[in-house]
């Protein structure tokens, strides 16, 4: 089993930045596509950010688009999402999570995820 361990989380005042690491651990039998979504109390999880293993491609949902930016180190077993410019509606917890063949914003073609990280920006 893949296990997944998020990081970097925490409070910031709207218009600073943050940078989430997922970090991978245990059995790996193939390359992984990886996707950052997140979640806000009393709110359905949504798709943040995703980036294909095998050319390095990403996607982004329109709301991030231009302040994120979803990046992997596969020597280090990590994916980062840079998150600049920072809204009061970024706040969320944040999740890794990874596939190993599917890439895209369904959270249900993702087979591993994280625990979150919480990210709080204040106004």
């Known amino acids: 089993q893949v296990q997944l361990a998020e990081s970097g989380g925490g409070l910031v005042q709207a218009g600073g930045s943050l940078r989430l690491s997922c970090a991978a651990s245990?059995?790996?039998?193939?390359?992984?596509?990886m996707g950052w979504f997140r979640q806000a109390p009393g709110k359905e999880r949504e798709f943040v950010a995703a980036?294909?293993?095998?050319?390095?491609?990403?996607i982004y949902a329109d709301s991030v688009k231009g302040r994120f930016i979803i990046s992997g180190d596969y020597a280090k077993n990590t994916v980062y999402l840079q998150m600049n410019s920072l809204k009061p509606e970024d706040t969320a917890t944040y999740y890794c999570?990874?596939?190993?063949?599917?890439?895209?914003?369904?959270?249900?073609?993702?087979?591993?995820w994280g625990q979150g990280t919480q990210v709080t920006v204040s106004s």
């Open positions: 999570a990874g596939t190993g063949d599917y890439y895209g914003r369904d959270s249900a073609r993702y087979a591993y």
């Open positions: 980036i294909n293993s095998i050319g390095g491609n990403r």
């Open positions: 245990g059995r790996t039998y193939s390359r992984y596509n």
